[in-house]
């Protein structure tokens, strides 16, 4: 074994707490990386409907956007309404899984592309627009999440 004074032992000592600090914080930024390469990214979308159009706009989602959504690759997580006023008459909320936020830009624009959903648009919105407003917020998982299915 080595010989190793007490007086460098003991200098050595306050450096040698901060390895332990330096692991677990790489650690966790490799635990997100991975989280976030086999989870993707979560995008949060808000849509402000427009007065009396709610009702429009989740048809338009069940009967077309939904469908169009899978061709381009957008994986919808799920869909809510608030219970409670002023938001329950006009406010859809919904979840999408991308792989990355790379990914989610190439397909927004294919999905924004695609004549089928151009048509959907557009007869939809024959009678006034039907969303005022919408949130986007990209995510990801945090390591103290429960991993959704």
């Known amino acids: 074994m080595l010989a190793v004074k ?5 200098q050595a000592l306050p450096a040698a707490t901060l390895i332990p600090a330096s692991l ?7 635990n997100a990386n991975a989280t976030q ?18 009702g429009d706009l989740q048809s338009r989602f069940r009967d077309h956007t939904i469908k169009i959504f899978d ?8 869909y809510w309404t608030p219970l409670d006023e002023p938001e329950k008459s ?8 991308h792989p990355s936020r790379e990914a989610a830009a190439a397909n927004w624009k294919s999905f924004q592309d695609d004549p ?3 048509s959907v ?6 009678n006034g627009k039907l969303v005022e407003k919408i949130d ?8 103290f999440s429960p991993r959704l299915r």
Do not use: C, M
């Not at 061709?71 to 799920?78: E, Q, T, V, W, Y």
């Open 6 to 10: 007490r007086r460098t032992l003991l």
């Open 24 to 30: 677990w914080a790489a650690s966790q930024q490799d």
């Open 37 to 54: 390469a086999t989870a993707g990214i979560y995008e949060l979308r808000v849509y402000h409907a427009a007065p009396g159009k709610l």
């Open 71 to 78: 061709r381009h690759g957008i994986k919808s997580i799920a």
């Open 90 to 97: 006009n406010t859809l909320i919904y979840i999408l899984q």
């Open 116 to 118: 089928e959903w151009k």
């Open 121 to 126: 648009h557009e007869k939809s919105e024959a």
């Open 136 to 143: 986007s917020t990209f995510l990801v998982l945090t390591d």
